[in-house]
T-cell receptor, first 114, second 109 residues
């Protein structure tokens, strides 16, 4: 099946710094990628929809200036958490859609802000 | 938006069958998905229903009734490795997935 690679898998950063997370579709072109956040023992919450060559669409309550999304090519989308704070510590997961049926998820990134 | 409900926890014995129910209220429906998620890992795709009826895939089956806003995931011949969280997700017309809170299934020997 299609593979989505997410990097890094874990990152620890200091409060106030920025962190970039990459999401790559390895063997298919993804015009649309999605970014989710998952807090412990909770389900995935959609943060934004990333469209190649255009601005991302953010869900209600998600700060677009804090969570910068860039989808510069058909195989790469990046999420940058700017000026990270401890409350941003979470599990961030991307997904990419190849066909009608399935959405493939990256491995996820565990972000810890200290 | 979507409102998706599924039980929080279920426990079953190895070799048994477990059925996880999911009910949803949606402003737009374009398919229902079931995912398996082990702790600390990303979800993996299990099944997809867009029409009413049963979809069978090995030990896993999924059922959908659009008129009732209802789906279930059936896990047969349970194995210890099936212990995980199972997520019900509804897709809207923009291909966005809304997830339920997940059902933690514990398989006991």
């Amino acid at each position: 099946g299609a593979v989505v690679s997410q990097h890094p898998s874990r990152v620890i950063c200091k409060s106030g710094t920025s962190v970039k997370i990459e999401c790559r579709s390895l063997d298919f072109q993804a015009t649309t990628m999605f970014w989710y956040r998952q807090f412990p023992k909770q389900s995935l919450m959609l943060m934004a929809t990333s469209n190649e060559g255009s601005k991302a669409t953010y869900e209600q309550g998600v700060e677009k200036d804090k969570f910068l999304i860039n989808h510069a090519s058909l195989t790469l989308s990046t999420l940058t958490v700017t000026s990270a704070h401890p409350e941003d510590s979470s599990f961030y997961i991307c997904s990419a859609r190849e066909r009608e049926v399935e959405a493939f998820f990256g491995q996820g990134t565990r972000l810890t802000v200290v | 938006g979507q409102n998706i409900d599924q039980p929080t926890e279920m426990t079953a014995t190895e070799g048994a069958i477990v059925q996880i129910n999911c009910t949803y209220q949606t402003s737009g429906f374009n398919g229902l998905f079931w995912y398996q998620q082990h702790a600390g890992e990303a979800p993996t795709f299990l099944s997809y229903n867009v029409l009413d009826g049963l979809e069978e895939k090995g030990r896993f089956s999924s059922f959908l009734s659009r008129s009732k806003g209802y789906s279930y995931l059936l896990l047969k011949e349970l194995q210890m490795k099936d212990s995980a969280s199972y997520l019900c997700a509804v897709r809207d017309g923009d291909y966005k997935l809304s997830f339920g809170a997940g059902t933690t299934v514990t398989v006991r020997a």
